[in-house]
């Protein structure tokens, strides 16, 4: 079964500075790997995603990711942090079975003035 | 304007009571999914639906009845609501088609508190 695993369930950063939220993953077929933002009492809003095409992935609101099996990792970025960017994040990775995605347990970004 | 929508957006209900949540999408997307969010364990799935009265369980099915006899709806029924079904529960849909093109979109949640 294939599951993700995010590294650090709150971060912390300057307005202005990297964005760095790191995403692994576990997998024993190419996965199709999903970044979501869910700002408060809202949905989720799909960021990107990577479906084995280009190993860059870029998305909405200046975000990208890149797919990297070697290191079997997918972490998101952006180079210049928002105040509106301040939300929580979610990797997924699509469960080939079920066609359903797994989710990790998210990272809370705060982005200080 | 098409979409996914839940309903109710809020439920207060008591320990016991059996309570349904709704869920309508537009797009006759053939995949349907139920989870809920709750801290520090991201989104779970409870049940999914591969196409009108095809469903089977996810990761915490245990206390959730589903069915889906219209592709459009998928209502999960809490049968009988405990304190730990306090929860929030978002709906997605799934397109079906090449790999390239999967796309999941979420309704806006249906915050669940059982008292």
Same mark, same amino acid.
């Given at each position: 079964a294939q599951s993700v695993t995010q590294l650090g369930s709150h971060v912390s950063v300057s307005e202005g500075a990297l964005v760095l939220l790191r995403c692994n993953y576990s997998s024993s077929v190419p996965p199709y790997l999903f970044w979501y933002v869910q700002y408060p009492n809202q949905g989720l809003q799909l960021l990107l995603k990577y479906t084995?095409?280009? +190993?860059l992935v870029k998305g909405i609101n200046g975000f990208e990711a890149e797919f990297k099996k070697s290191e079997t990792s997918f972490h998101l970025t952006k180079p210049s942090a928002h105040m509106s960017d301040a939300a929580e994040y979610f990797c997924a990775v699509r469960d +080939?079975?079920?066609r359903a995605l797994t989710f990790g347990s998210g990272t809370r970004l705060q982005v200080q003035p | 304007d098409a979409g996914i929508t839940q309903s109710p957006r809020y439920k207060i209900t008591e320990t016991g009571r059996q309570v349904t949540l709704m869920c309508h999408q537009?797009? &006759?997307? &053939?995949y349907m999914f139920w989870y809920r969010q709750d801290l520090g364990h991201g989104l779970r799935l409870i049940y999914y639906s591969a196409a009108a009265d095809i469903t089977d369980k996810g990761e915490v099915p245990d206390g959730y009845v589903v069915s889906r006899s219209k592709t459009e709806n998928f209502p999960l029924t809490l049968e009988s609501a405990t304190r730990s079904q306090t929860s929030v529960y978002f709906c997605a849909s799934s397109e079906s088609g090449t790999a390239r093109n999967y796309g999941y979109t979420f309704g806006s949640g249906t915050r669940l508190t059982v008292v």
């Open positions: 084995s095409a280009a +190993t +080939t079975g079920r | 537009t797009w &006759s997307h &053939s």
